[in-house]
């Protein structure tokens, strides 16, 4: 059916998009119609791809995606790219080199990151569905502080052919939208093998969300109440996983020592793979061109200074230097030890439980410019970075809210049991007490 | 002064698509820029995929150099800036190569000699550059990413080589081998580079970069020899420095710009898997390699080891000696005719056996050992069809050209005058009394200067041992 | 601790140029965030990660390609289908 569109001109008072598709093009199948929001770090054939960058101002991808390729054979309309923190660095939509995005609970607020744009237009209304990214807590985290639902997938369970790498041994792409029945339903049409993706898993995802959970072990580890949760988040979550207990499961209290240096072997590994992949932008074969009047490393390192933002170039140097000889044993090979460990921890205390739970974040939404400085933001990661070290699912579902802020129920699974904490993310949502 | 070389050698494996991609590997003759796709321009978001074939080739490539397989290899991301560069990484192996702890015999300066492989190795070719404005004083540079991926194995041996000849007896033996497993091609342009490491004992080791030909180690290294020695004997001191083999003019450069330690920050390739191909090596077959068929030139058609050397060191002269009929193949006739004649023809032309019609010349050996013409013949026939396949790619069939140039044998009937053969010997006693003469006192060699004079006439079609029984007979007054 | 000498020599090792400006600042955010990975210096590996996917290989077979046009689209002023880089020697 050639030639279907439906036509999208919202009212983007959040700035939710970076650019928007007037009349999207459709078709038949399960998303027959519906807009989809996609991230902007997510190839588009024909559409502008920036990852809020201005290094790739102007690139236009000749290929889609694999998710974006199954989201159209599905019928969906790509209706608009979104903002996000620029290559996915960061935690609030502020480091969008374009414009930062605003929470549609309280626009005085950031909408969290890095896909705070896709939380927002899901928030706001403009669409059902988004997809967003989640390296550190990008998709779980925005989706706390905007009230929204957002899962990351299974390490491998999602394709990241067409995905912009930051840190690829990290991210997922994942599903984002109002309920659980709906990030469920997208994560039908995204999940499964691709061959392109060699760290693809061929394990497709078909799943009813069954909101019976008696039976059900959850774990609490103490670690995700420590020292810098708000107190006030920490009692909502707590409320949440006492609905759960009402209706039938097990909660068990937990120890997650690996939590102590979970953090920093999230932030060594991200960087250093960050630094070796944004190398390509060099601006030869796409994006804004290099001076050719330069010679190639004068006019390489200022096309690099122009085009990458501050946090950007912090990111790169950073991983440069854990990489670099003399450093790669202190650093990197010391993270990965490290993230082995958060492994073993994620293994040991699923022999337990059937899932892991705690909050999303440790704060509602911050104000904007309230996290000034790079270490105080990097540290409001520190719940959601254990998933994406082991590789395992996670969700966030809300909970409740603090002062009327959305607070995020965070739940996390076995490696593949993506449907799990799917479900005990739907019993929370179906609430009452069994 | 004892001369110590180890050599990197870079190859192209012989796959039909590329390392990471489907893109074809096929791109020589074809426009810049038309075999490429997201993968192997580094697009964002493109990922790479691993080439089955590439492992499996540079699997047999570790059997073949003895090496052992590793449980596990990876892939690593070598980290530097430079516009041949897609990703601004290249992939490689790093610590965790395919194959290590190999060796290769080979005819060493002082008989059989036994080089060690450090290791080999997997990696993607970077794309080719072309500076503009002049070699001195380029203005920008323009990329071409078709070669961008295409599979290269990298081999590394241990400083056991001892002179620039036996480097290059090395490179020949490697590329014999390589290609007798079928997994390189030796006549693509560019498809082997080399780096070399010398020092003479005592000194610092240069490293020679950018040395793409066989004859270019050799020279090369012969060059740094000299280099070195002179620097020595006029007292200064071998700096350690990466110098460039500049082919042109068969000297080695300094590289000036003081090349920084470079760091490349290797770590595992997140985007690939990690390989554990140990059981897959040993399953895998090898075809006979140089050394054995050489002995097997030996034992089953008797020829003589330098003999079955030179046909076995080229793996399309191996298969076509092996595709003679067998009669052929025992006789040393047909293998100095091949390893001498036919090598030699095609080496002054500075051709390759590749690209000529080995059945051509197989029906001349044919033809020849029937005795249909004479060895000088058969020699001027060579000759015709090299050049006419010089010249335009394509030659005649044998028969054709020997009837065009009239270089049929001659035959000399038993008792008839009327054979040409005759004809000429009645001439040529006619022209020369004096030597006739003297045949009658008993001067042997009189009557090689009339055979001689014969064959002359007869454009060296008359079999020599006609003519040396027409004369006999016609001198000793039979008739 | 590094110091701001360090700073430009990643800069340069990562080929970022850093603004003389932004030095100083760059400097002591390294130096926090080194000094909150120094907890890594405390992690006694438990074991090796244990693989779970090995080998993953395609066929050898030749997938077409994209044309010269397509290649060449999203990039500023190419020659002779050529991509144009600055020089390097």
Known sequence: ?434 | MTVIVGLEIHCQLDTATKLFCGCSTDYRDDPPNSHVCPVCLGLPGSLPKVNKKAVEYALKVAKALNCEVPEESEFSRKNYFYPDLDKGYQITQYDKPLAVCGYLDIEGDEGEKRVRITRVHMEEDPGRLVHKGGADRPKYTLVDYNRAGIPLIEIVTEPDLRSPKEARRFLNKLRATLEYLGVFDSEKEGSLRVDANISLAGSERVEVKNITSYKGVEKALTFEVTRQKNAIRRGQKIVRETRHFVEARGVTTSSRSKEMEQDYRYFPEPDLRPLRVRDWAEEIEIPELPDSRKQRFIDDYGLSPTHAATLTGDWQIAEFYDSLPADLKVSTATATWVADTLLGELNYRDMSIRGVPLDHFKELLIIRQSGDITEKAAVEVLRSLLDQIRESGTCELPRQCIGRLGLFAIAATEEGADDPVTAAAREAIAENPQAVADFGTGKKEALNFLVGQVMRKTRGCAKPGDVNRVLTRLLSGDE | MITERDTEHIGQLADIAIHREELALFTSRFNEILEYFDILDTVEAVKEEEERSYNILREDEVVPSLSQEEALANTTGPEEGFFRAPRVM
């Open chain 1, 1 to 434: 059916m050639p030639g279907r569109t439906i036509s999208f001109h919202p009212d983007d008072r959040y700035a939710a998009f970076l650019r928007t598709i007037p009349e999207a093009p459709c078709g038949d199948g399960r998303l027959a119609a519906v807009p989809v929001a996609v991230k902007d770090n997510i190839s588009t054939a024909g559409i502008e791809t920036t990852c809020a960058s201005r290094i790739l101002e102007g690139y236009v991808p000749p290929y889609d995606a694999t998710v974006v390729e199954r989201l159209k054979k599905a019928g969906a309309a790509i209706v608009g790219k979104t903002n996000m923190d620029e290559f996915g660095m960061g935690t609030t939509t502020e480091n969008s080199a374009f414009w930062p995005t605003k929470n549609p609970v309280d626009p005085s607020r950031v909408p969290g990151g890095s896909s705070g744009g896709s939380a927002a237009a899901v928030a706001a209304g403009l669409v059902p569905l988004a997809l967003g990214t989640d390296t550190g807590g990008s998709i779980r985290c925005p989706a706390a502080f905007c009230g929204i639902v957002g899962l990351k997938p299974t390490y491998g369970r999602v394709s990241r052919y067409g995905l912009i790498a930051y840190a690829n041994s990290l991210e997922q792409i994942g599903p984002m939208a109002r309920t659980v029945a709906d990030v469920n339903l997208l994560m039908e049409v995204i999940a499964g093998h691709d061959p392109r993706d060699s760290t693809s898993r061929d394990c497709p995802y078909h799943h009813a969300p069954d909101p019976e959970i008696r039976g059900v072990r959850i774990g609490v580890p103490e670690e995700f109440f420590g020292e810098g949760v708000d107190p006030r988040v920490a009692s909502v979550v707590w409320d949440a996983i006492s609905l759960l207990e009402r209706k039938g499961a097990e909660v068990i209290t937990c120890r997650m020592p690996s939590m102590a240096y979970a953090l920093a072997a999230y932030y060594v590994t991200c960087t250093s793979e960050a630094s070796s992949n944004l190398a390509r932008f060099d601006g030869v074969r796409y994006g804004p061109p290099a001076d050719t009047k330069k010679p190639w490393h004068e006019a390489f390192q200022e096309r690099r200074r122009e085009g990458f933002g501050e946090e950007v170039r912090r990111r790169i140097m950073l991983g440069t230097f854990a990489l670099s000889s003399g450093y790669y044993g202190k650093y990197y090979a010391k993270a990965q030890a490290a993230r082995n460990n958060v492994r073993a921890d994620f293994e040991r205390l699923f022999r337990e439980v059937d899932v892991l739970a705690g909050p999303t974040m440790p704060t509602v939404a911050f104000r904007f410019g309230e996290k000034s400085d790079p270490l105080s933001m990097y540290l409001s990661d520190i719940l959601t970075v254990p998933a994406n070290l082991a590789g395992v699912p996670a969700i966030s579902v809300p909970c409740g809210k603090v002062e009327g802020l959305p607070v995020g129920l965070q739940v996390m699974g076995r490696w593949m049991e993506d449907e799990r904490v799917v479900d005990v993310a739907y019993a929370f949502e179906q609430g009452g007490s069994a």
